[in-house]
């Protein structure tokens, strides 16, 4: 499975992506929290809307520490 964004190279949310994806490289902890966090929303049989939306606050809590 492959998920593809396609930003321009100095978009902020360009920027937050590799960011995140960085933070989650370097600490399997963090990688494994917003694994299971994840694994939780997907339980819960909610829309893509509201999974997308659900993970903006663990993103943004990864990203600052």
């Not at 190279?9 to 920027?15: Q, T, V």
């Not at 917003?34 to 943004?60: A, D, M, P, T």
């Amino acid at each position: 499975l492959i998920h593809i964004h396609a930003l321009p190279k100095d978009d902020p949310e360009a920027m937050n992506l590799i960011l995140f994806r960085d933070k989650l490289r370097e600490d399997p902890k963090k990688k494994e929290l917003y694994n299971q966090f994840k694994q939780g929303l997907l339980k819960k049989k909610i829309s893509r809307e509201e999974y997308r939306l659900s993970k903006k606050n663990i993103v943004k809590e990864i990203i600052a520490n």
